[in-house]
């Protein structure tokens, strides 16, 4: 059973930049691809980026290429999605997962998440 807590989202205005964490407990972290989703009520989990397991291979949603940059450190057991040129429809909460898979971009691919930390972008 693998753990995840997100951390670091908050309030920033239009153009701020945030960087959200998630540390992962309960298996072994480099094992694992992960992603990064975002949902907005009423609406689907959103795919915003995902990274390979040893971090050399990363892809990301359109509507975040260029301003959204994916990392992970293995030795901390912790990925990271640093965020910049927020604009207010990257409002959402944001969610890390694991998967087994090498590749995967859609929620139904993806075994355990966190509980999710909200992004609020003010224009």
């Known amino acids: 059973q693998v753990q995840l807590v997100e951390s670091g989202g908050g309030l920033v205005q239009a153009g701020g930049s945030l960087r959200l964490s998630c540390a992962a407990s309960?298996?072994?972290?480099?094992?694992?691809?992960m992603g990064w989703f975002r949902q907005v009520p009423g609406k689907e989990r959103e795919f915003v980026a995902r990274?390979?397991?040893?971090?050399?291979?990363?892809h990301y949603a359109d509507s975040v290429k260029g301003r959204f940059t994916i990392s992970r450190d293995n030795a901390k057991n912790t990925v990271y999605l640093e965020m910049n040129s927020l604009k207010p429809e990257d409002t959402a909460v944001y969610y890390c997962?694991?998967?087994?898979?090498?590749?995967?971009?859609?929620?139904?691919?993806?075994?355990?998440w966190g509980q999710g930390t909200q992004v609020t972008v003010s224009s």
């Open positions: 990274i390979s397991r040893s971090g050399s291979s990363t």
């Open positions: 309960g298996g072994t972290f480099s094992s694992y691809t």
């Open positions: 997962a694991t998967t087994t898979a090498i590749f995967a971009t859609t929620s139904e691919g993806y075994d355990y």
